[in-house]
Structure formats: structure tokens, C-alpha cells
């Protein structure tokens, strides 16, 4: 993690803020959790199990004991465990670890949580807990903001360099106003003594860049955290970092499966379809697309502008094919394959609307990569545009592949009459070429197109009249 952080926990290079309470979670965050939305509740209805003792072994075994024997801290650590166990999330957990340091003698009134993610827009998640406020706030980092000087001079930021577990900055002891911008922060709201923590996964199958979690907490008690509330306050964070990671982690492996197999395929696997073989007839739209003279362009430009272009054509499909219910499955080279289900309990509807809804998608794809070749005609950057095939037929929609390398997709002959219709549209210089079966499933959409006359379909046993979007309608 290039560490997450907000005003009151610095940023490392690369996040950007996305700031919002639990009460006011957007529909579309990256990373969606329904339990976002609701407040706080009473902690107590997770219930303590009964304090027994510290743990003698295992992961927690680690952290130091309280020297005064205290109780609290070994059922806060029994609590932390349910909490994790039974899907709590992460601001949930945080409110009620604090709740629980604070009937411990341990007087947090502030506390942050700084969580590595690996997402593909976001670097990391921040969860802010105030006893003044009583709520929890979550902080979404974006991955591509550069923001480095608040984080170089950041408690946190010499964790990272020096490799130390703990830092800690007290009023009238070692606080020197002006070394971290955050804690002078903290001391100007009231805050008298502030700790911070790096605990970091050590192994072989460490996730993202560091894999770590950072927490801080701070306290406007006169005196301070005593020397028995920082032994109760070491012997928590570990078993606190890991049960918020342990409410992360779902969420991240379904953004994680959904970026690369697909919102339904990702879903689908997750719940357990991974057997080789496994798949089911379903009928579909299918959109096949490629770039126009990409071997060209990839021939003629300069080698690290190639991926760019190809994000820049495939983002304005995605986009459009998301938008309008369909989904991607794979990319392959310049090319592009998304459905739209039309049965199979995807709730994607009709025939006649799946067909809709694809052309709807197209007419948005051309007119948003028109928008992107004016801009990069402007900045003297090479365009192009599609090549488009619509077809409709049923298809195999599952696992396919070895044992050990499995591909969730769709196959069958109507893919392979896909890709004849796509390359049709090179054939007859079309942006899009859709075929006789897509205008029997989709009826309503007849209006929206005009002949081509019938064609040969190398590998089709027989011709086909096909169809291209109406000009009159651009």
C-alpha cells in the first residue's frame, strides 16, 4: 500500500480521498458493502464471551500482555473474533473495539484505521472513529492521485521507512510542534498523548505492496495513555487490524473477481461454480468487437503508447456495455467479448429488450469513441474506431479449460457465427454488422437498422441477410 490516510492521517503517494460517513454511502462506490449504510448500533449486540485469561499461543500470541492482568482485554480479543466471524463490518468494528478499550481503562477518543486494498481504483480504505461523534467515517483512496508531501511528513511515513511497529508522540514528553503536521492536528483539537502502529503480514503469500494495516489511536486524557493502558492498547491492535481485514477481504475478492471475469461470472465462481466443465445453455446476445487497423497502429506508434490506445477503446465499450446491462467476459488483443443474457436466471429480461439494449450500448460506443478521437486528434495521438458483430444464439456459459487453469466464458458455434459476423463488418466497410437471428430475437429494434443483403459467412453453411445501424439515426 502506498498507505492510506485523510486530513487527520496522511496520504501515500498515489490516493486521492473519497470521503464519506456511514450514512451516506453512493450506489456506485468501487467497492460496495450494504452494511455501509447503516448507523452505528449499540455495541453490545455482539455480547463479550466470558473474560478468561489471555491467549498462551497462536496469533495473537505475539502481541505483549498487560502487565496489570486485566480481563477486559482478553474478552475485547474474544469479541474481535466473533465480530469477524459473523460478517461485521469494518466501522462496526472499530466503534466497538474502542467501546470496549474504553471500559478496559484504555481512554481512546480518537482512533484510525488505515487498510491496503488490492483494487484497481483504489489503494486503500481509511476508518475514522471519534467518541465525540460516536459514529465512523470510511475514507476510499484513490490509487492514481499522486499526493506525496502530506505523507512524507507523516508519523506513519516513518514507520514505513524505519521498519518500527510503534510510534509515539506526548504532550510535555517527546511532542515537538511542527514535526507531524497531523499530530499538531490532533494536539489542536485537544488531543494530550497519540500512538500509531504499522503491523504488517509477514510470509510467503503477502497481498498488494507491503500488505499492512496502520493504526493509530490518541487520547485528550490530562495525563495521557498510563503504562498499563498501552500494554492493554499493544495487546489489541493486532487481533483489531485482523478482524477488519477479515470484514475487507470478501469485499475485495468480489471487486477483485468481478474486474476480471465479469460482474455475474465473478460472482458465479465465487459461490462455487470452479468445477472444470461445469456450465449451462443459455441464450444470448453476443458482441464481438476488434479495432479497427490496430496491427497497423501497433506497427507505426511508439511501443508505450499501445496499451493506452487499447485502454482509451476498450473503456468506452465497457463502459456502454455495463450501462446497459450486458457484461464483458474477456479481452482478447484489440478485441472484445460481452453478452447480453437473455435467459438463464441472469434477470437481464427479454429477447426484443436484450437486443435493445445492446444496439443501445453500440450507438453509446460509437458516439463516446467519436468524443475521444476529437480529443486525441487535438493532442495529435492516432484514432480509430470498431468493428462490430451482434449476433443472438445459445451458447455454453461456464468453466472451460484444465484443471488447473480455468476460463469462465461462453462457447459454442453461435460465438464462432460471432466472429464471422464481425469480420463481415472489415468485409463490407461497417462499423457494425448484426445479424438475421439478432432481428427475429429483436423485433422491436428492426426499425433501428437497414439491410445489407445476404452474405456468405466463411464457416456458415448458409447466407444470411445482415444489417448495420441506420445513418439516418446517428
Request: charged share 25%; glycine share 10%.
Amino acid at each position: 500500500m502506498r498507505v492510506p490516510a485523510c486530513k487527520s492521517l496522511p496520504r501515500a503517494r498515489g490516493t486521492r480521498r473519497r470521503s464519506e460517513s456511514t450514512n451516506s454511502r453512493k450506489g456506485s462506490e468501487p467497492m460496495d458493502d450494504s452494511q455501509d449504510t447503516a448507523p452505528i448500533p449499540d455495541t453490545a449486540q455482539i455480547p463479550d464471551p466470558t473474560p478468561a485469561g489471555p491467549p498462551e499461543s497462536g496469533p495473537l500470541a505475539c502481541c505483549p500482555r498487560p502487565r496489570d492482568g486485566s480481563a477486559e482485554v482478553p474478552g475485547l480479543l474474544r469479541w474481535l473474533a466473533e465480530a469477524a466471524e459473523t460478517g461485521t463490518s469494518e466501522e462496526h468494528i472499530l466503534a466497538g473495539a474502542c467501546d470496549r478499550l474504553r471500559r478496559a481503562a484504555v481512554p481512546v477518543d480518537r482512533a484510525f484505521a488505515g487498510i491496503e486494498l488490492i483494487h484497481p481504483l483504489l489503494d486503500g480504505q481509511l476508518y475514522r472513529w471519534d467518541s465525540r461523534e460516536g459514529t465512523v467515517s470510511r475514507h476510499d483512496l484513490d490509487r492514481f492521485d499522486d499526493d506525496q508531501a502530506e505523507w512524507e511528513v507523516s508519523p506513519l511515513a516513518q514507520l514505513h521507512e524505519t521498519g518500527s511497529p510503534e510510534l509515539r508522540r506526548r504532550v510535555g514528553t517527546n511532542y515537538v510542534e511542527g514535526e507531524f503536521p497531523v499530530v499538531d492536528e490532533a494536539v489542536a483539537d485537544g488531543v494530550r498523548d497519540y500512538v500509531a502502529f504499522m503491523l504488517r503480514r509477514q510470509g510467503p503469500h503477502i497481498l498488494g505492496e507491503n500488505d499492512m494495516t496502520f493504526l493509530t489511536f490518541a487520547t485528550r486524557a490530562a495525563d495521557g495513555f498510563s503504562e498499563a493502558a498501552l500494554d492493554r492498547l499493544r495487546a489489541s491492535v493486532a487481533a483489531i487490524s485482523g478482524a477488519m481485514r477479515l470484514a475487507t477481504g470478501p469485499r475485495m475478492t468480489y471487486a477483485l473477481m468481478e474486474t476480471y471475469l465479469g460482474r455475474n461470472a465473478g460472482r458465479r465462481v465465487l459461490r462455487g461454480g470452479i468445477v472444470r466443465g461445469a456450465a449451462e445453455e443459455i441464450q444470448a446476445v453476443l458482441w464481438l468487437s476488434d479495432l479497427h487497423g490496430f496491427t497497423k497502429i501497433a506497427d507505426e506508434v511508439d511501443p508505450d503508447q499501445v496499451v493506452p490506445l487499447l485502454n482509451a477503446y476498450a473503456e468506452a465499450q465497457v463502459a456502454a456495455v455495463e450501462r446497459y446491462g450486458g457484461e464483458v467476459l474477456k479481452f482478447m488483443g484489440d478485441g472484445l467479448l460481452a453478452i447480453f443474457p437473455i435467459d438463464g436466471g441472469t434477470g437481464a429480461g427479454d429477447a426484443d429488450r436484450a437486443c435493445a439494449a445492446a444496439l443501445d450500448a453500440a450507438e453509446d460506443t460509437f458516439a463516446t469513441i467519436g468524443e475521444l478521437n476529437r480529443a486525441r486528434d487535438r493532442r495529435g495521438e492516432v484514432t480509430t474506431t470498431l468493428y462490430l458483430g451482434l449476433h443472438v444464439g445459445r451458447v455454453y456459459y461456464g468453466n472451460i479449460g484444465s484443471p488447473e487453469r480455468l476460463d469462465f466464458t461462453v462457447v459454442g458455434p453461435a460465438v464462432n457465427e460471432a466472429s464471422r459476423i464481425a469480420d463481415m463488418a472489415k468485409a463490407v466497410d461497417k462499423d457494425a454488422v448484426v445479424s438475421s437471428a439478432f432481428v427475429d430475437a429483436g423485433p422491436g429494434s428492426r426499425d433501428r437498422l437497414v439491410s445489407l443483403g445476404r452474405h456468405a459467412l466463411r464457416g456458415v453453411r448458409r447466407p444470411q441477410e445482415l444489417f448495420t445501424l441506420d445513418p439516418k439515426l446517428d
